[in-house]
């Protein structure tokens, strides 16, 4: 995979357009900063390019979608469902087997979560069911990453970690953040977006918060 080129992107709500058209390409090994006032459409094209991608992508998406009545250890591994054959995920379900659970307590541990293996995610506070998401996306060990707001529920220095092992884990990313000082330090690229359209494309070494902070 030498990237993508996403073309004609566009999205509409109740007849009104909300993105594009737009085309942009993504070349293997960047990791671009989608930044944006609230509303501008980043949530919107996250989605049209995970459809695009066809399963290509891990996704966090901003709601996390995550089963609330199976423990962490189900949520992590729904990631690989589709990588096994249907008796595998069934066995899975009652017992899991030895190397996924070693596998999910490693990343767990990674995440600073590890005793939360056995827990429903439903009794988990915003923080921990975001860092399952994203324990998730992980653990699907596709090449590329989209993900809508990832760490707007961790605080500092947890933030700043996750960020760093989730450039190091994908080889490919594109990841909104609200926190532009955050998109500065671990994207290559920053995307502006406003009302649908890109209005910033440049590499993030060129950039300053004050470029940026044009967009809001
Ligand atoms: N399901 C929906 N139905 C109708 N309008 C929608 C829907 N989802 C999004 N929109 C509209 O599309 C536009 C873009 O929304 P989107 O969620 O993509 O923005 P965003 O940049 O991700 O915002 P935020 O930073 O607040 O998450 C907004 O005007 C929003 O009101």
Same mark, same amino acid.
């Given at each position: ?134 324990? $998730?996306? *992980?653990?699907? @060990? ?5 993900? =809508?707001? /990832?760490? !707007?529920? %961790? ?33 290559? $690229?920053? *995307?502006?977006? @406003? ?5 910033? =494309?440049? /590499?993030? !070494?060129? %950039? ?9």
């Amino acid at each position: 995979m030498s990237g993508y080129d996403f073309n004609g992107l566009t999205a509409s709500f109740d007849g009104e357009r909300v993105i594009g058209p737009l085309s942009f390409s993504v070349q293997k090994g960047e990791h671009v900063g989608l930044v944006g006032k609230s509303g501008a459409g980043k949530s919107t094209l996250i989605r049209l390019l995970y459809d695009r991608l066809d399963g290509e992508a891990s996704l966090i998406p901003q709601n996390l979608g995550l089963v609330n009545a199976l423990p962490v250890f189900h949520n992590v591994f729904m990631g690989q469902l589709d990588q096994h054959p249907s008796w595998y995920n069934t066995v899975t379900l009652v017992r899991p087997f030895r190397r996924d659970k070693d596998a999910v307590r490693t990343l767990l541990r990674e995440l600073g979560i590890p005793e939360k293996l056995w827990v429903p995610t439903a009794a988990l506070s915003g923080g921990q069911r975001q860092r399952v998401a994203i324990a $998730r996306a *992980i653990y699907r @060990q596709a090449p590329t990453l989209l993900a =809508d707001e /990832p760490i !707007s529920a %961790l605080d500092g220095p947890m933030a700043w970690q996750v960020m760093a092992m989730l450039t190091q884990q994908f080889a490919t990313s594109i990841v909104a953040l609200h926190d532009v000082e955050m998109a500065l330090a671990h994207c290559s $690229r920053i *995307i502006g977006i @406003q009302d649908g359209q890109i209005a910033l =494309d440049a /590499p993030a !070494s060129q %950039l300053t918060t004050a470029d940026i902070s044009e967009l809001y």
